[in-house]
């Protein structure tokens, strides 16, 4: 049974999602996201003005005059959710932790699919695939998914993104608009080293239209002007002593997450993946639209 806090949560951020869909983002998912493809329609004769490219020269020799093949674009197409739903998301120092505002996006991505038709579907994944939603269409099946994005209590705690990346590819045959949300907090490597997201990465990019949304939280790039800390790993569970009351201390500390974040960045635009940085801070609303805005304007 779910908490009176948890079905609070759901139904308020349910409620908030389907109205920011309805409001601030009207038009703009549906201009960016069309059809898989397209599927062969007919065979007809040429007309003045038909593209030369369009001409069935097969039909056309055999008939004695010009016809040409026509397609219409699929509508409909599949949105996958990729939610990393490891331990480090369960942190935060403003209003919502980054469970919490990565649960905020998925909600309004899932929106905007069945606004447009559109089939949605759910990976949760740790260090490995915890929880598989098929796609379907409906406002029923997007609350199931909202539901469980509060109330699923994963297994491990640890983060593998190749993990949930390849499950997508063995999953989905089709052509698919996928939504990788995590925070892509990286493993232990040397700190000049850089991201490399693998072969995985960039074979799935290219089968599929993988979006990645990094979650952060401002307080994850600063240590509080305190004295002695005790900081705690929640993946790993490994545990650090810091010196917050050193400046210097807490300027390397800065400049080392800074540094890691730009990798992250840096990693996803080298395997040609869009990045949609997104803080805990943030209406996600606000980012994601803004996002649409963009790739719109860059596919004109």
């Not at 949300?181 to 990019?205: Q, Y």
């Not at 790993?233 to 002593?241: L, N, P, S």
């Not at 395997?271 to 803004?290: F, G, N, P, Q, W």
Request: contains cysteine; charged residues 30%; positive net charge.
């Amino acid at each position: 049974m779910l908490s009176p806090d948890i079905i609070k949560k759901i139904k308020k951020i349910h409620i908030k999602a389907g109205r920011r869909v309805n409001t601030l983002m009207a038009g703009q998912y549906k201009s960016v996201f069309r059809g898989a493809g397209i599927e062969f329609e007919e065979v007809r004769e040429y007309f003045p003005g038909d593209e030369v490219k369009s001409i069935d020269w097969k039909v056309s020799a055999r008939l004695g005059r010009p016809f040409v093949k026509r397609y219409r674009e699929e509508r409909e197409q599949v949105v996958m959710l990729l939610l990393d739903v490891s331990a480090s998301g369960l942190f935060g120092t403003s209003s919502a932790m980054k469970k919490e505002i990565a649960a905020e996006a998925a909600s309004i991505l899932a929106f905007n699919a069945i606004r447009n038709n559109d089939k949605v579907g759910a990976i949760f994944f740790t260090q490995q695939v915890e929880k598989y939603i098929p796609p379907k269409k409906g406002s029923a099946h997007v609350w199931r998914v909202i539901r469980e994005m509060f109330s699923f209590r994963p297994v491990h705690g640890g983060t593998d993104l190749k993990a949930g990346v390849d499950y997508l590819g063995r999953v989905c045959r089709k052509r698919t608009t996928a939504f990788l949300i995590s925070d892509f907090l990286l493993p232990e490597r040397p700190p000049e080293a850089p991201v490399d997201w693998g072969r995985s990465f960039r074979s799935t990019a290219r089968r599929h239209e993988l979006i990645a949304v990094v979650v952060s939280d401002p307080g994850e790039f600063r240590l509080p002007e305190t004295g002695l800390l005790l900081v705690e790993d929640a993946e790993t569970g490994d545990v650090y002593h810091l010196d917050a009351s050193d400046r210097r201390t807490r300027e390397r500390f800065e400049a080392l997450k800074r540094r890691e974040y730009a990798q992250i960045l840096g990693g996803l635009k080298r395997a040609r993946i869009d990045a949609v940085s997104l803080e805990t801070t943030s209406d996600a609303a606000d980012v994601l639209t803004r996002y649409f805005r963009i790739r719109e304007r860059r596919k004109r």
